[in-house]
């Protein structure tokens, strides 16, 4: 079966700037997470989603970020404006379902904010 | 269970020998366990995970023991090859989401 899908693979934007990330899911996976990765760091959640609701982001930087899943499958998570502390990995990863703790990851988004 | 800074705790190990990698956890209710493989440039994949009902659970070349006692996690990599270099997350559940430990960096020596 076909694994987590993410875009772009890197991405370098400059301080204050905008940028977005795609993820799809695995095909069936009810339940979409996003994480943050510094260098040398586990993963740290941002937000997480059932279907197309919201089951977590209290870790999100609502300030700044923000994230969607309008059609429970693929999710956009977009940060405007960029500040450099926002250099790390962006994994999404996906399960069957909220208690299914077994997740499975995209390959992430390297992005460098200078 | 919260991760460290920039610099992980690394392991290196003759290619050919057991590794053997640690982890504490820090909640006594949680019931279940996984370790997670990361390659470089890669996405966390799935090793193997283990109930708090269990003490031990076996895979291909790889074993997790679980103490409770202690609070205290380990994976175990028999004859470790070049390809198991990465760095190794263990991950705890907690109100339905993964409560991440911090990695350590296994290096093969040839």
């Known amino acids: 079966e076909a694994g987590v899908a993410q875009s772009p693979r890197y991405k370098i934007i400059e301080k204050r700037q905008s940028v977005a990330f795609w993820c799809n899911p695995i095909?069936?996976?009810?339940?979409l997470y996003w994480y943050q990765q510094i260098l040398g760091q586990g993963p740290k959640l941002l937000i997480q989603?059932?279907?197309?609701?919201?089951?977590?982001d209290s870790q999100l930087p609502k300030d700044r970020f923000s994230a969607e899943r309008l059609k429970g499958v693929d999710s956009t998570l977009k940060i405007q404006p960029a500040k450099l502390e926002d250099s790390a990995v962006y994994l999404c990863?996906?399960?069957?379902?909220?208690?299914?703790?077994?997740?499975?990851f995209g390959p992430g988004t390297r992005l460098t904010v200078t | 269970g919260e991760s460290v800074g920039l610099h992980l705790p690394t392991l290196s190990v003759q290619e050919g020998d057991n590794s053997i990698i640690n982890c504490a956890y820090s909640?006594?209710?949680?019931?279940?366990f996984i370790w997670y493989k990361q390659e470089s440039g890669k996405g966390p994949q799935f090793i193997i995970d283990?109930?708090?009902n269990m003490d031990k659970r076996q895979g291909q070349r790889v074993t997790v023991l679980l103490n409770k006692t202690v609070k205290h996690l380990s994976l175990q990599i028999a004859a470790t090859q070049p390809g198991d270099s990465a760095v190794y997350f263990c991950?705890?559940?907690?109100?339905?989401?993964?409560?991440w430990g911090a990695g350590t960096k296994l290096i093969i020596k040839p």
């Open positions: 991950a705890e559940s907690g109100n339905y989401q993964l409560i």
């Open positions: 989603f059932q279907n197309n609701g919201v089951v977590d």
């Open positions: 909640n006594s209710a949680s019931d279940y």
């Open positions: 283990i109930r708090s």
């Open positions: 990863a996906s399960s069957l379902g909220v208690t299914a703790y077994e997740q499975y």
């Open positions: 095909s069936g996976h009810a339940t």
